[in-house]
């Protein structure tokens, strides 16, 4: 990429959308302050070679995810912006306030659907609902999971609209991916202007591995000391298995495939140079239905025999538990808010995104006159796949989704289209505002933890709303901004 000397923000222009950096004036938000000031009076060409430095340690790194179909190669170097998302350590505060509520409402909710389903039979849930979920397990009716927790890892996004207000867009429990990013992007931050780092008390990522790893810890069905924790992957050619042998690596546990694992008696047992070793939790990878040919697919080559049967007698620990995909159907999210309010008696601290659910006759009514103006999207996809962006849709395309609606209406809900709000973004020989959402990650182990921050994913396309790296977006750093006397990110040396 060509750069020219002195990049600087002082023509950058918000147009009209919620900026994260500056007000609509130009004026740097709370918190972006330092960041700013220290950018512009950067020597002419400074940021070029630091952004050109950041990219060639992502590129020795191999820090990749997988595009499946693509004929250009499946391998791609995740892009990374150097200008980060500034938040204020108020609005964390809200934020992570509002996930924790949200985590312990979906937690809750998990639970009754396989046991007394009293959200159905109180009339809050339709029932058609529930039977209808492609990610309900029946399997899973009855399990208690250690300590009652199903959902361990969550990484929930969350977008900010014109009006200034966070919206949840979607709960992501199954195998959430993404956090390598934060860490990584953090590391080669810290190193390239670790300054400003100390300066502007940025909150610290660094410690998430050490909390994934006490998160495991507390779910050893034995109790032990020091128990055996492993990370289930599906292998190599999985989307985001760099991010599970980097975590692995992390929290000092070992990288697992199917293979590596028998059950025997009902204990699950990894197999090693010195013979079998049993392992107490799992840090699963791998979609439910490829788990245990026994108790799901019956065709799958990844998973377990019998891991499910260990499970349900309490012998290991799943993270997340099976199941848990049954919170990540976009129509049962948009009950969530009913949730918090019939299982904590709690006002929603983060609000969900305006729903219209198409399997109700008037929401689909309205959608199928309004497909111009609504972002559509089926009820189990994810990667911004299965989606109608209606602005940006032809009348075949709408055609299309009129019919995939008539066909199965419970399949599909609809939003309106939301102005994401921007960040500064490097475009050539100046700044360009680009979408983002905010994906933070969320662990449950005795109580919720909020990871300070989380993956900023970017719409690298001018105008684009979809950020997913596999419909072309890239990421950025997210900086909370600490209170005084809060933890900051240790300094480093430059690169």
């Known amino acids: 990429m060509d750069f020219m000397p002195g990049l600087t923000f002082k023509n950058y222009q918000t147009d009209n959308f919620y900026d994260e950096l500056f007000y609509p004036e130009g004026i740097p938000r709370p918190g972006a302050e330092l960041l700013v000031d220290a950018i512009d009076q950067l020597p002419a060409s400074e940021l070029r070679l630091r952004q050109e430095a950041i990219s060639r340690a992502l590129l020795r790194m191999g820090i990749t995810f997988t595009v499946y179909g693509d004929e250009s190669g499946t391998e791609k170097i995740f892009p990374f912006?150097?200008?980060p998302r500034v938040v204020e350590a108020i609005e964390w505060n809200h934020i992570e306030a509002g996930l924790k509520q949200r985590i312990k409402a979906l937690n809750l909710f998990i639970d009754d659907i396989y046991h007394d389903?009293?959200?159905?039979?109180?009339?809050?849930?339709?029932?058609?609902?529930?039977?209808?979920?492609?990610?309900?397990?029946?399997?899973?009716v009855g399990v208690n999971p250690p300590k009652g927790i199903w959902c361990h890892i969550t990484g929930t996004d969350l977008i900010r609209h014109t009006d200034g207000a966070i919206y949840v867009l979607e709960d992501n429990l199954r195998c959430p991916s993404g956090v390598s990013y934060v860490l990584q992007n953090r590391m080669i931050m810290k190193r390239s202007f670790p300054q400003i780092f100390a300066d502007s008390k940025v909150r610290p990522v660094v410690g998430y591995a050490t909390q994934l790893y006490a998160t495991l810890a507390h779910l050893c069905?034995?109790?032990?000391?020091?128990?055996?924790?492993?990370?289930?992957?599906?292998?190599?050619?999985?989307?985001?298995?760099?991010?599970?042998?980097?975590?692995?690596?992390?929290?000092?546990?070992?990288?697992?495939?199917?293979?590596?694992?028998?059950?025997?008696?009902?204990?699950?047992?990894?197999?090693?140079?010195?013979?079998?070793?049993?392992?107490?939790?799992?840090?699963?990878?791998?979609?439910?239905?490829?788990?245990?040919?026994?108790?799901?697919?019956?065709?799958?080559m990844l998973g377990v025999p019998g891991l499910m049967q260990a499970y349900r007698n309490g012998r290991v620990a799943l993270a997340n538990a099976p199941g848990t995909g049954v919170a990540d159907d976009k129509v049962i999210y948009a009950y969530v808010p009913d949730m918090i309010k019939y299982y904590l008696n709690e006002v929603p601290g983060l609000p969900n995104v305006q729903t219209y659910v198409c399997d109700r006759p008037d929401d689909r009514a309205y959608v199928l006159e309004h497909l111009d103006e609504l972002v559509v999207k089926a009820a189990n996809e994810a990667?911004?796949?299965?989606?109608?962006?209606?602005?940006?849709?032809?009348?075949?395309?709408?055609?299309?989704?009129?019919?995939?609606?008539?066909?199965?209406?419970?399949?599909?809900?609809?939003?309106?289209?939301?102005?994401?709000?921007?960040?500064?973004?490097?475009?050539?020989?100046?700044?360009?505002?680009?979408?983002?959402?905010?994906?933070?990650?969320?662990?449950?182990?005795?109580?919720p933890w909020v990871l300070p921050g989380g993956l900023t994913r970017v719409a690298l396309k001018k105008g684009s709303l979809v950020?997913?790296?596999?419909?072309?977006?890239?990421s950025k750093d997210t900086w909370v901004i600490g209170h005084p006397g809060t933890e900051v990110e240790p300094q480093e040396a430059t690169v």
């Open 221 to 300: 069905p034995n109790d032990v000391a020091d128990p055996t924790i492993v990370v289930l992957t599906p292998g190599i050619y999985n989307s985001a298995y760099y991010e599970h042998s980097f975590l692995a690596q992390q929290m000092g546990v070992a990288l697992v495939q199917g293979e590596d694992l028998v059950v025997q008696d009902d204990f699950v047992y990894m197999r090693t140079t010195h013979g079998f070793q049993q392992v107490d939790v799992i840090y699963r990878r791998i979609d439910d239905d490829f788990m245990d040919p026994k108790a799901f697919r019956k065709d799958s």
């Open 81 to 83: 912006d150097v200008i």
């Open 383 to 447: 990667g911004g796949y299965g989606m109608l962006i209606g602005p940006h849709s032809t009348k075949e395309e709408q055609g299309k989704f009129a019919e995939l609606i008539k066909a199965d209406p419970r399949n599909y809900v609809a939003q309106p289209t939301l102005a994401l709000s921007r960040v500064p973004t490097v475009v050539g020989d100046h700044f360009e505002g680009r979408h983002v959402d905010l994906r933070p990650y969320i662990l449950y182990g005795k109580t």
């Open 467 to 474: 950020v997913n790296s596999s419909q072309g977006g890239g």
């Open 117 to 140: 389903q009293n959200i159905v039979k109180d009339g809050v849930l339709p029932a058609e609902i529930l039977k209808k979920a492609k990610s309900f397990r029946p399997q899973c």
